[in-house]
């Protein structure tokens, strides 16, 4: 079976930014590592306190809910450089998850599920990074036509409107952007590629199960085939455990923001109307924030459907044609996966269509606070 590199796209995008050089202890790649974390700092903390400082200056002119919406677009930089820290200190566990599952996947015969996963996460990477990169271009367009930086300044200490000062700060914040919107891309393709792959790996050990008693018929050992089956379920769940506790915050956080973005996003579209380029974004922000919300949830329920679906092969076997030491391991394994095994943000938040569904609900009941004490 060729090499699947499965996760090339999202981990090139650490690699370009030398997040994850493999020279980083050598003592020339110090200096660069050094410069990198500086410059973490730096976007984490210049663009967030230039939107606390228009707050505070609006503060008594501009509505409420447009404050709050200034507000979460000044957190998306600090969500976003927590995520790129995380995955740089967790680089060995992700490198460990991918490798174990491109070991596990090799040893299928059959690779059908596994090539459909492949194509799902290129599409899910393609479709991701035209969308964030489209609303970056959509923000430093409007910010063209009004004639203002995308993150501006009220406070007379930092007025950043004369020039040459606006064109090289102007050409700072395009950068950012640009980096925040793809480091996003590669940090959520990267989460969401891992669960695609383990569901994939689900469904290729179902249709093992399916094919227990088939290979018993051609002369193999059912206790045998069974045994290297349910190493194959302990080795999977033991990957999705570490998916989950590695990407546990950030995937916590990103649910949290997205569903309180999305409502405020549609609010202000109710306010201002299409009449303008910024109501075009706003409406852009609405549909990514729900579909980067969606995406978590979808790719945690199929791994709770591909639960279930083993579940149901190792129950249809026939079972009572076999040996007590075959009806004990299987008993097992079925008790095994009949456990939670819903992926979980932040160990709380199981992932699943029905999460996105209260977190839509929770987004509506905030849009219409929010149009009552307008």
Same mark, same amino acid.
């Given at each position: ?7 090339? =796209? ?22 660069? !590592? ?16 230039? +939107? ?30 927590? $995520?790129?820290?995380?995955? !740089? ?16 996947? *090799? ?13 799902? =996460? ?12 489209? +609303? ?6 409007? *910010? ?18 004369? @020039? ?24 959520? !393709?990267?989460? +969401?590629?891992?669960? @695609? ?5 689900? *469904?290729?050990? @179902? ?36 998916? @989950? ?20 996003? %549609? =609010?202000?579209?109710? %306010? ?10 706003? %409406? ?30 190792? =129950? ?11 009806? *004990? ?6 008790? %095994? ?23 839509? $609900? ?8 929010? !149009?009552?004490?307008?």
């Amino acid at each position: 079976m060729e090499n699947l590199n499965f996760f090339k =796209y999202s981990l090139d995008i650490f690699k370009f930014l030398r997040l994850w050089n493999k020279r980083v202890n050598q003592e020339k790649s110090r200096l660069a !590592t050094i410069s990198l974390y500086t410059m973490i700092v730096i976007n984490g903390s210049i663009i967030p306190l230039i +939107c606390i400082s228009d707050i505070l200056r609006s503060a008594r002119t501009v509505e409420v809910p447009v404050l709050l919406c200034k507000a979460l677009f000044g957190l998306a930089y600090p969500v976003c450089i927590y $995520k790129l820290i995380s995955v !740089t200190i967790y680089k060995n566990e992700i490198y460990g998850c991918i490798t174990q599952i491109e070991a596990l996947s *090799s040893r299928f015969q059959v690779q059908k599920d596994i090539k459909q996963s492949l194509e799902t =996460y290129k599409k899910m990477i393609f479709i991701g990074s035209i969308a964030m990169n489209f +609303c970056v271009l959509l923000v430093l367009v409007v *910010s063209i036509l009004n004639n203002e930086l995308p993150f501006r300044s009220r406070l007379s200490v930092l007025d950043l409107n004369q @020039s040459p000062t606006y064109e090289l700060m102007f050409f700072y914040q395009a950068i950012a952007l640009t980096t925040v919107a793809n480091l996003t891309v590669a940090h959520d !393709t990267l989460f +969401c590629g891992l669960l @695609s792959i383990c569901a994939a790996i689900l *469904s290729s050990i @179902s249709r093992e199960v399916r094919d227990i008693d088939v290979r018993w018929e051609n002369g193999g050992n059912p206790e045998i085939i069974l045994k290297e089956i349910i190493e194959k379920i302990k080795e999977t769940f033991c990957i999705i455990e570490r998916v @989950s506790n590695v990407f546990s915050i950030t995937t916590l956080t990103n649910i949290l923001y997205s569903s309180n973005q999305m409502a405020l996003s %549609v =609010y202000l579209v109710s %306010v201002w109307g299409l009449k303008d380029l910024t109501g075009m974004l706003m %409406v852009i922000i609405a549909l990514i924030q729900t579909f980067d919300l969606w995406i978590y949830c979808y790719f945690g329920q199929i791994i709770a459907n591909q639960n279930e679906k083993l579940q149901r092969e190792l =129950y249809c076997t026939n079972w009572y044609n076999h040996s007590k030491q075959f009806k *004990s391991m299987l008993l097992l394994t079925i008790f %095994v996966t009949q456990n939670d095994r819903f992926v979980k943000a932040g160990r709380i938040i199981a992932l699943s269509l029905a999460t996105f569904s209260d977190f839509l $609900k929770k987004a509506y009941v905030l849009y219409t606070f929010l !149009t009552e004490v307008r």
